[in-house]
């Protein structure tokens, strides 16, 4: 970590400086062709903390979820400038390869996307592309994964049965143990409840908040309650720039920027 | 007035469309009912030309005489009644032609007057004749009796092993080794398009960029425009010769010349469904596979070819299916042999390529006619079933 950034944060975050930083941006554009999508964002992600990403649709808070998995390779036409650091380490500087790096990174995304597999075979899948194979440790991790995303009881009894067998808000909690199975050191979430019913929302919340102690979230989503239930930090995207960046609870009561004001009283967005 | 108008013009309309539709499946009903009216004659009918009879001795035991039996007696395969469940008598086969053995012109008389007495004579002899005559040579009182001949069931027609439609006297219709001719064939065509198939379409719908395949799909279209007597051409000029002395045969036109053209033949189906279906895998399971760490092969093999493998198996069916009743280029590199192959070396003698070949040489109404339509009947009922299991796939993947 380089030390001027270090100090921009330190200013901007104090509270942020002493610890370790999980993940950073820094100068970071982005273009759709000609579209800039990603204006100058410098950022900072704190490690175990829950950073919400807020924002009307449209301002790249999306866009910005997924340069840190760089899953934006796969749009044809796309352009990044910046650096992006992952436990101090640029992701996107030659030399990296993209299959390890999304192996450290977890993502949930917008709707339940489960495979067309049983339900051991989805949280088991992240291994097996790695070359994981030993079996017993295999079942250890599902099992452990499916602890954590609090669907082991749910689903002890039927982990050979298709996943699609399971109702919504289940799928999704499959979907974040499949993430958490490779023990990512940073988990990416697109909207992971906007598909979902109210008492599944709160469920996946209730576990957004529990994953906290051990790994790193970083949430987008159009919820404001849901920001200010489960997030520790908020950022406030508008238009491709980052207006705002502060702890949730200051930036809920006392937003510095009119546009985060209007936002989060629902003045527009 | 004007929607008076409108009204007429919509009960037209409807009425165009209803006769439209009514003609199409009256058409398709036509030729199928057609196609069964004609080939189901050969079954329940005797093997043998009409006005010809055989005749044994009044103290033959023997029942009936198959096709099959009667060919064996002619080729002296089988020589005594015995080996037919009969008597211990070796086989006297009598024609027209042998008349001069056994009696001469004056015993005969002059015309023929004595004909009917002596063939009598000869058949009280000998208690093993077997005489093949024509009707107007049967005596009136016959001192023999006419054996009947077993009818052509579905199950000789079926299991039969050789075809010898023209035959005489006792034509053969086992169909065995043209169904395993067409089987042969169209397996090996699948075994050949279904990997090279498969190939292009993960490659057109997953690697290759827009503009590779806004350039490939035409020329994959094309593919399935050239005519099939062009592809036998090209198999006949090219692949016959090359296959030829690559396995240093005695001729090239073999199961795997047919096989390879059918397989070229059955590629532009396979690469546009299979592509068609990988398209269906969404973008989110791709898109949940390389978040994980997968690599873009990964993927593919673990992701989006599982998710789109009923499209795959109906491609793969479809492709049979065209494979089944393609003629033309077949019938000219196969070699039209009509015995059962027992490798892709062999010329191989498909069922559409036998109508094809055939059907002008045969007389209208005859059995072999009747036998070239009762094959029609049989490809028929392999290309519903072949259509039917792609519909059910189809289905099963929607529900």
Known sequence: MNLTNTLEIQETFPDIADEMLKAQTKDVNLYYKDFHALKNINFAIKANTVTALIGPSGCGKSTFLRLFNRMNDLISGVKITGDVLLEGENIYKKGIVVDELRKSVGMVFQKPNPFPKSIYENVAYGLRVNGYDHKDSIDEIVERSLKQAALWDEVKDKLKKSAYELSGGQQQRLCIARALAIEPSLILMDEPASALDPLSTSKIEELIYDLKNKYTIVIVTHNMQQAGRVSDYTAFFYLGELIEYDKTKTMFINPQNIKTQNYITGRFG | ??????????????????????????????????????????????????????????????????????????????????????SNDSILLFTINDLSTYFTDDELGANFENLPSKINELIKKNPGILAYLSDKYVPQHLEGHVIPLTKISIKDFV?????????????????????????????????????????????????????????????????????????????????????????????????????????????????????????????????????????????????????????????????????????????????????????????????????????????????????????????????????????????????
């Open chain 2, 159 to 399: 299991t039969g092993t050789e075809w010898y439609p023209t035959s005489e006297p006792a034509p053969q219709f086992g169909v065995l080794p043209l169904i395993l001719g067409t089987l042969w064939v169209s397996f090996g065509a699948i075994l050949i398009a279904l990997p090279l198939g498969l190939a292009t379409a993960i490659f057109m719908a997953e690697v290759a960029s827009q503009r590779l395949r806004n350039i490939l799909k035409p020329v994959i279209e094309l593919l399935a425009g050239i005519p099939s007597v062009v592809y036998g051409f090209f198999g006949l000029v090219v692949l016959v010769p090359l296959i030829q002395q690559l396995f240093n045969l005695p001729v090239g036109e073999t199961a795997l010349a047919g096989s390879i053209i059918l397989g070229i033949m059955a590629l532009p189906t396979i690469i546009t469904v299979s592509e068609d279906a990988l398209r269906t895998t969404p973008t989110s399971l791709k898109e949940a596979s390389l978040a994980l760490g997968a690599t873009r092969w990964q993927t593919i093999t673990r992701v989006t070819v599982p998710y789109a493998r009923s499209g795959i198996t109906a491609a793969s069916i479809l492709g049979i299916g065209r494979a089944v009743g393609e003629t033309m280029a077949v019938l000219m590199v196969t070699g039209n042999a009509g015995v059962i192959p027992h490798t892709f070396l062999q010329p191989v003698r498909t069922i559409p390529a036998t109508i094809a070949a055939e059907l002008g040489e045969s007389s209208y109404g005859g059995l072999h006619f009747k036998a070239l339509f009762a094959l029609g009947i049989l490809l028929f009922l392999i290309t519903l079933i072949i259509n039917t299991s792609v519909e059910l796939i189809k289905s099963r993947k929607r529900s």
């Open chain 2, 1 to 86: 007035m004007n929607r008076k108008r409108l009204k007429i013009f919509e009960k037209v309309f409807g009425a165009v469309l209803f006769s439209s539709s009514t003609v199409t499946s009256l058409t398709v009903l036509f030729i199928i009912v057609f196609l069964f009216n004609e080939g189901i004659g050969l079954f329940n009918s005797t093997p043998v030309e009409k006005k010809y009879q055989f005749i044994v001795s009044n103290n033959n035991t023997v029942k009936e005489l198959s096709s099959k039996q009667l060919k064996d007696i002619f080729n002296y395969d089988i020589t005594n009644w015995k080996q037919l469940g009969g």
